[in-house]
């Protein structure tokens, strides 16, 4: 009930941060009252600066770990300001600003080798890694701020040896052009990933405001450490440190706040070996905190997902012997003497049939290499199967091949009902397979 006694003719909502309804008054105009009085201020300050600073229609528009990031990230580019500062005033001091005998045509020259061999690094990197960094976003984002703090150490210190300056700077150029790379492509996977309204672009535009804003800040505070720090090595050294460990810090914490719900491989083999062992899917909440950010770490198998067949097969018997009770979208292939689990995958496989394959991938590892005595899933299969593989790792035995498969085919269907209770989305994936698909004869209808 209103003040005057009658009831609300509507209420209005702006998200979950502002409620307000409408009261109908005795002359038949519309009154409209916040439902806290705090609020009358439209535009109070708090309002103007998430207005300006974050996505519209925050929180809701966004993913649940977008506010942590961000202060995170905002902190580590502060330092990085900071510490970005101290090495350009050691770069323009090497090519001889302030030195009376240093010509511009020297100068220019090395600035012009700098940006040369960063451009080419861009594009080696782009070619050689840009399709992997979708898939280990968060890895690949911390092993550029790495890099990126790596460049800025040899920029400080290249003064210090003028006879390998031009050198230093090169390769402090060609580091600092592949974290821009990686740098800005994970970003635009963790952007994607936040962004939950189609709103990449209103997400990444904030995220740049509030980039900007910090190097500004940044601006200001070098301001006043450069004149202390113009003649001073010491204290040169010392503040990049302490930048540089609050920089690693910011960053670890960022990435490792991050809370993604589609599957790479890291977090694939989490999620599976923890379904064996108790025969419940963690959700995405207690799988993240544990995924490896070290690019490479508990991978004992290299996987080659999407494999041509020209690769692992070179005999029709070899292949007939594959397909025989086969009913999937896909082919395993195990060479435990080169250590590697090569999958063929069918024209039609979609993204759950991947994720069936990197799963039964992940299974032939777990046999090889864990122990299963304590699995909840199947155990006296896996501890057959493991016994067999073990037994005689480098015999070819296209038994095994069978079996796995009805292993499969009897586990799969569990998880993947687990995945989708637990939060984890199916119906994409971030399993990096290549782009090789074979089209061959099934006798009846493939279906997982």
């Known amino acids: 009930m209103t003040e005057f006694g009658t009831p609300p003719l509507c209420t209005e909502s702006y998200g979950s941060r502002r409620a307000q309804h409408y009261q109908p008054l005795p002359d038949g105009t519309l009154r409209c009252v916040p439902d806290r009085p705090e609020e009358q201020a439209y535009w109070s300050p708090r309002d103007?600066?998430?207005?300006?600073?974050?996505?519209?229609?925050?929180?809701?528009?966004?993913?649940?770990?977008?506010?942590?990031?961000?202060?995170?990230?905002t902190v580590q580019a502060f330092a990085s300001s900071i510490t970005g500062t101290l090495a350009t005033q050691a770069v323009l001091k090497g090519v001889g600003v302030g030195d009376e005998t240093s010509t511009v045509a020297a100068a220019t020259v090395t600035w012009i080798l700098k940006d040369g061999t960063g451009m080419l690094g861009r594009i080696l990197f782009a070619w050689?890694?840009?399709?992997?960094?979708d898939c280990d976003a968060k890895q690949w984002r911390l092993f550029a701020d790495v890099l990126n703090d790596v460049a800025i150490?040899?920029?400080?210190?290249?003064?210090?040896?003028?006879?390998?300056?031009?050198?230093?700077?090169?390769?402090?150029?060609?580091?600092?052009?592949i974290v821009g790379v990686a740098g800005g492509a994970t970003r635009a996977a963790l952007t994607m990933h936040?962004?939950?309204?189609?709103?990449?672009?209103?997400?990444?535009?904030?995220?740049?405001?509030?980039?900007?804003?910090?190097?500004?800040?940044?601006?200001?505070?070098?301001l006043f450490l450069i004149p202390l720090v113009a003649d001073n090595l010491h204290l040169t050294y010392a503040l990049y440190g302490l930048f540089t460990v609050l920089h690693l810090y910011?960053?670890?914490?960022?990435?490792?706040?991050?809370?993604?719900?589609?599957?790479?491989?890291?977090r694939l083999r989490l999620v599976l070996h923890h379904f064996l062992r108790w025969g419940k899917v963690p959700g995405p909440a207690l799988a993240n905190p544990k995924e490896p950010l070290l690019l490479g770490c508990r991978q004992q198998l290299r996987l080659i997902l999407g494999a041509p067949l020209h690769t692992v097969v070179s005999s029709t018997?070899?292949?007939?012997?594959?397909?025989?009770?086969n009913s999937s979208n896909y082919l395993l292939f195990f060479n435990q003497a080169a250590g590697t689990v090569s999958v063929v995958l069918h024209q039609q496989a979609g993204s759950v049939d991947v994720i069936k394959a990197c799963s039964h991938a992940l299974v032939q590892e777990a046999l090889l290499y864990r122990d299963v005595a304590a699995s909840a899933v199947e155990r006296e299969s896996l501890l057959a199967l493991q016994h067999r593989l073990r037994e005689e790792p480098y015999k070819k035995d296209?038994?095994?091949?069978?079996?796995m498969q009805q292993l499969m085919d009897r586990i799969f269907p569990a998880f993947l009902m687990g995945l989708t209770s637990a939060g984890w989305t199916t119906d994409r994936n971030l399993l990096g397979p290549e782009e090789?698909?074979?089209?061959?004869?099934?006798?009846?209808?493939?279906?997982?």
């Open 153 to 177: 150490l040899m920029e400080i210190l290249a003064p210090a040896f003028p006879a390998c300056f031009t050198l230093i700077v090169c390769i402090s150029g060609f580091f600092k052009c």
């Open 398 to 403: 296209w038994t095994t091949v069978p079996e």
């Open 250 to 266: 910011a960053n670890y914490r960022a990435v490792r706040a991050v809370c993604m719900e589609t599957l790479n491989r890291a």
């Open 436 to 448: 090789w698909r074979v089209d061959w004869t099934m006798d009846r209808k493939k279906s997982l």
């Open 128 to 133: 050689s890694k840009g399709n992997k960094l």
């Open 317 to 325: 018997a070899d292949f007939q012997k594959a397909l025989e009770g």
């Open 194 to 222: 936040q962004a939950r309204r189609d709103n990449m672009a209103d997400v990444s535009a904030k995220d740049g405001s509030q980039e900007t804003l910090v190097n500004l800040a940044g601006l200001l505070c070098s």
């Open 48 to 73: 103007v600066f998430m207005s300006v600073f974050l996505p519209q229609g925050y929180p809701e528009s966004v993913s649940p770990d977008y506010l942590a990031y961000q202060i995170w990230d």
